[in-house]
Structure formats: C-alpha cells, structure tokens
T-cell receptor
Framework: DQQVKQNSPSLSVQEGRISILNCDYT??????FLWYKKYPAEGPTFLIS?????DKNEDGRFTVFLNKSAKHLSLHIVPSQPGDSAVYFC????????????????FGQGTILTVHP | ETGVTQSPTHLIKTRGQQVTLRCSSQ?????VSWYQQALGQGPQFIFQ???????GRGNFPPRFSGLQFPNYSSELNVNALELDDSALYLC??????????????FGPGTRLTVL
C-alpha cells in the first residue's frame, strides 16, 4: 500500500527554467510534509517542509505547495541549476501519534531530476 | 557540528548470517530512526529510538532489532539474513521530544549485500 506516490520517475529541465516535482498521498492523517534531495553515495538531505495548516512555504529558490483537498503537493525550483540534479523524495508524517513525537516518515519512490546546462 | 555518521560503508554477508550496523547521531540529537532503501524505492521506516527506548516500528519482522546507547548512538541488528535484505540502510537523527516537528537528518548509509 503506497501511501505516498511520486508518479514521475524522472524529470529533465533546462538550466534557468522551473522544475516542478509532484507528489500525491492517500493517508488523510498525514499533517506534515517534507522534501529531501539525495545525491549518489550520500544520505537524503532535508530541503523544505510544510505543515497541513499552510498551503505554501518558500525558502529561497524552493517553494512547496500543498493542496489538502486533492492530497497533492509539489516542489517548485526556480531557477533550476545543474547542481540541483539529484533524486528528490517527498515524505509525509503524522505529527502526533499516541501523545509523543513519532518520527515515522513515509517516503515516495523518488523522482530523478536532471538539469541541463 | 558533527553530522550523522554510519559504519561500515559497505558490507557483504551470506544468507543466514547476522549483521550489525552502527550510527552516530548528530550532536544534540536524542532520537535515531532507521530506514531500509531498496534499489529504485524510497526509504522505508524500520523503527525509531528515543532516549534509549523503541518509539515506533514499521512493518519489519522481529529479526530486525535495535539498540540506542546513553550517548544516543545506535545499532541496527539483522538476524538470519535473507537475499531481500540487500539494501541501503539509512540512519537519521533528530531532536525528538513531543513537538512532533523534528526534522530528521540522514547519514550516508550502509550498503548491505546478501549473497
């Protein structure tokens, strides 16, 4: 049961253009969402997050949008740079479960982003 | 500030053997989570330790077990290895507590191959 899905295995964009990575989820209990970037031979690196009480969060070139009714979120990277080429993972969690912080992150399958110079 | 470190980097074992993977959490973090990432998939949650106690577990059999030490470093033990256990094992540390919003910071992982 894939609760978090990234339906595009790969995305190719030109340097300077916008990259849009998409993510869908099925579990309505999820109330916190994160994006991680992963280079080969490295662990995932945290990029940006958003709480379900917001619909947008921005950090420099990265903006995450959340559409709760559609159970959909997206990551926009503007402008895209060759150094952004990596695998991007969407992750979701339930903030409170049983009264304590429960750290289980549920990840999507990842999208390989390639930014061409 | 020291990041999350894991050892060893790579490991080759045969079916039926046992393996121990190690993780040192980021300075100041008291929570460690372990994930298994199969090829072409996203990481899957194995379990989490908060202040030396297991604080949640994913859909993994009991032959996957763990420990957290007083300095908050952690071990993942896998008994009776199976071919499907071949994967990248990721450790993530976080501040934990009851805030819920504890960003997890990942180590580089241990690549386990079971032959």
């Amino acid at each position: 049961d894939q609760q978090v899905k990234q339906n595009s295995p790969s995305l190719s964009v030109q340097e300077g253009r916008i990259s849009i990575l998409n993510c869908d989820y099925t579990n309505s209990m999820f109330d916190y969402f994160l994006w991680y970037k992963k280079y080969p031979a490295e662990g995932p690196t945290f990029l940006i997050s958003i709480s379900s009480i917001k619909d947008k969060n921005e950090d420099g070139r990265f903006t995450v949008f959340l559409n709760k009714s559609a159970k959909h979120l997206s990551l926009h990277i503007v402008p895209s740079q060759p150094g952004d080429s990596a695998v991007y993972f969407c992750a979701a969690k339930v903030l409170y479960a049983g009264g304590t912080s429960y750290g289980k992150l549920t990840f999507g399958q990842g999208t390989i982003l390639t930014v061409h110079p | 500030e020291t990041g999350v470190t894991q050892s060893p980097t790579h490991l080759i074992k045969t079916r039926g053997q046992q393996v121990t993977l190690r993780c040192s959490s980021q300075s100041g973090h008291n929570t460690v989570s372990w994930y298994q990432q199969a090829l072409g998939q996203g990481p899957q949650f194995i379990f989490q330790y908060y202040r030396e106690e297991e604080n949640g577990r994913g859909n993994f059999p009991p032959r996957f077990s763990g420990l957290q030490f007083p300095n908050y470093s952690s071990e993942l033990n896998v008994n009776a290895l199976e071919l499907d256990d071949s994967a990248l094992y990721l450790c993530a540390s976080s501040l934990g507590g009851t805030s819920g919003v504890d960003t997890q910071y990942f180590g580089p992982g241990t690549r386990l191959t079971v032959l």
